[in-house]
């Protein structure tokens, strides 16, 4: 794959002696959007950490230059009497805060706050915005650097289900149709087909993958979640079931 910007060769984290992700082998390409499904402890955000340098791996993993990433949840003090637009500085200016939001700065985030529909937030409380606000301010400035590669880990957990399409269909339209490829996290199969081009099913190994109408069956929910877990699917009148999926902070 040529136009590959993310190619991991039999990868393999251990941490503290166990074995948590092993021999995983895919590649993502430049425009293309992999969803990365698995029930809780699979690996998911085990691997996620490795792309990013975090955790140490054995096995080849080659990415692109310029790699955005969007978190489950930021951990930061809500009393912290900072706006939107100065955390969004952060990344954009070297001037300490302490000096103000230089006008560079300023326009770099207003320009990436409009992207995801979120320029209005400009001067609110950081600590004060609902958790859909707070994702499209983290979106924001996950594309400062231009990402060549965007890595989401489940980036509209605590969204209801309206907010999280909306999230989605926002990746969809402001990421990969600008040709950035994005890797995303979630738990919500039924959702997450809408605008996936690949599904990778991870339980530590790369169990399979393919095009999401082909893997949402019972048979292959059954064999990477487990036997008592299934794909609750919204757009239907009745849930198949539910699966399994992370919460909480630090967790492999």
Known sequence: MSDAVLKLDNVSVEIGGRRLVENVSFNVARGELVALIGPNGSGKTTLLRA?????????RIDVAMRVGYVPQRLAYDRTLPMTVLE??????????LAFGVTRRARARGLELLARVGARKLAHSALGGLSGGELQR???A???ERD???????????????EGEKTFLDLIKT???????????VSHDLSVV???????????RTLMCEGKAEDLLT???????????????????????GKHDHDHGGHRH
């Open 137 to 139: 301010v983290l979106l």
């Open 87 to 96: 955390f969004m500085a952060l990344t954009t200016q070297r001037l300490p």
């Open 147 to 161: 990402p060549e590669l965007l890595l989401l880990d489940e980036p509209a957990a605590g969204v209801d289900i």
């Open 174 to 184: 402001e990421v990969k149709d600008r040709g950035c490829a994005v890797v995303l």
């Open 51 to 59: 792309i990013l340098g975090e955790y140490r791996y054995s096995g």
């Open 193 to 203: 087909s809408d605008i996936t081009d690949r599904v990778l099913c991870l339980n």
């Open 141 to 143: 400035s996950s594309l």
């Open 218 to 240: 019972a048979e292959t929910i059954a064999r990477v979640f487990g036997g008592g877990h299934a794909v609750y699917d919204h757009h239907r009148a009745g849930p198949h």
